[in-house]
């Protein structure tokens, strides 16, 4: 008796926890939000809440034969494993986040790009824009360097719209300067580089101005590639979140099995 309905609390719990996940990756899809990362958790979702809810006939069906027991205690063996490892790389995403000291805040300002919706920033890249806007009108001295170059969907460069928006907030043109030909932060960075350095500009050290989630792996490509960077993290809006830290899941574990 106290199995069955320790069994039903399980369940019952499982079905919260997919829906969830399910709701959490629709939500970024009513603001033009979506990536390889949020569909795959969007249909794990769906597939994992679809499970639960014909837990007896999907117990049949996999106990009817040898070889369907082994795959689904393989796959159960295989979540479980991702569900770890999702939770290790969220909390080295979440602790990411290294002070500036007090003299390198004047260091140049790469503000990474992210996704322009036609000739609009996205609701991530307007917040990166805000925070970058703040931190030179504090720091006056600070040069910036707009990064990403044109994707698909996007009418002009990220730079273009990062650089247009500073200037409505009052920042003066020649404190901005583009990069616009990269299509990753990779990229961003290694073209940021060569800006500086025709500028002649410091391009050892840097400040990097991107989302909470995309900081860790922004600072260890920074690193990799031999330049020494401090992070000024922005806040992402809420309701797009689930689906950019999906994503960034997915890139970090890229990273370290491809580099």
């Known amino acids: 008796m106290k199995k069955n309905k320790l069994g039903r609390i399980t369940r019952l719990g499982l079905e919260i926890v997919f829906a969830a996940l399910a709701v959490l990756m629709v939500i970024p899809l009513f603001f ?44 159960l063996g295989l979540f479980a494993t991702g569900i770890c490892w999702c939770i290790a790389l969220s909390f080295f995403i ?31 890249l307007q917040k990166r824009i805000d925070t970058a806007a703040d931190w030179l009108l504090s720091h006056p001295n600070s040069i910036a360097v707009a990064c990403g170059g044109k994707g698909t969907g996007e009418e002009v460069t990220e730079a273009e719209v990062i650089r247009e928006k500073l200037l409505k907030k009052e920042i003066e043109p020649d404190r901005i300067l583009l990069e616009n030909r990269s299509v990753n932060t990779e990229q961003n960075l290694f073209y940021a580089q060569k800006v500086l350095l025709e500028n002649n500009l410091p391009n050892k050290e840097v400040l990097l101005l991107t989302d909470d989630y995309h900081l860790y792996r922004a600072l260890l490509i ?25 994503r960034e899941l997915f890139a970090v574990t890229k990273y370290f099995m491809l580099g």
Do not use: M
């Not at 960077?229 to 992402?236: D, R």
């Open 222 to 246: 920074a690193k990799q590639n031999e330049l020494t960077a401090w992070g000024i993290s922005v806040s992402t809006p809420p309701l797009v979140f689930p689906a950019l830290f999906a």
């Open 94 to 124: 979440s602790r990411a986040k290294p002070e500036i000291p007090a003299e390198k805040e004047n260091l140049p300002v790469l503000i990474l790009g992210s996704k322009v919706d036609g000739t609009e920033p996205s609701a991530d």
């Open 32 to 75: 033009r939000t979506w990536n390889a990362g949020s569909l795959f958790f969007l249909t794990l979702g769906i597939f994992g809440l679809t499970v639960c809810i014909f837990w007896k006939k999907v117990l049949r069906f996999v106990c009817a034969k040898r070889k369907r027991r082994i795959l689904f205690y393989g796959l």
